[in-house]
């Protein structure tokens, strides 16, 4: 699997957190037409930094991020504002 670093709505520099080499356009995509870029850049953007400094314990924030019960090792980061409902699965590796 092919993998990049978080560019698109803005870089982030970090050496712990990936995304799959699709992961920007998909997003872009997704953002760009709905309505909800400029608030979501913003949510996104505190929850990476609170993911980088409290990796896998970033679950504890609930309202936040969530354990996928029927897919273990998987992970949920939630963003719900209004009828939008949007979810980037992750997981931990090394």
Request: proline share 3%.
């Amino acid at each position: 699997m092919a993998i990049g670093k978080v560019i698109y709505p803005e870089k982030l520099s970090s050496q712990r957190i990936k995304t799959h080499i699709r992961f920007d356009e998909e997003l872009k995509e997704i953002l760009e037409r709905s309505g909800y870029k400029e608030t979501f850049v913003r949510l996104f953007r505190l929850r990476l930094k609170h993911l980088e400094q409290y990796w896998e314990k970033c679950v504890n924030k609930r309202d936040w991020f969530e354990s996928l019960k029927q897919a273990p090792g998987l992970y949920s980061m939630k963003f719900k504002n209004g009828p939008k409902n949007i979810r980037i699965i992750f997981t931990f590796t090394g």
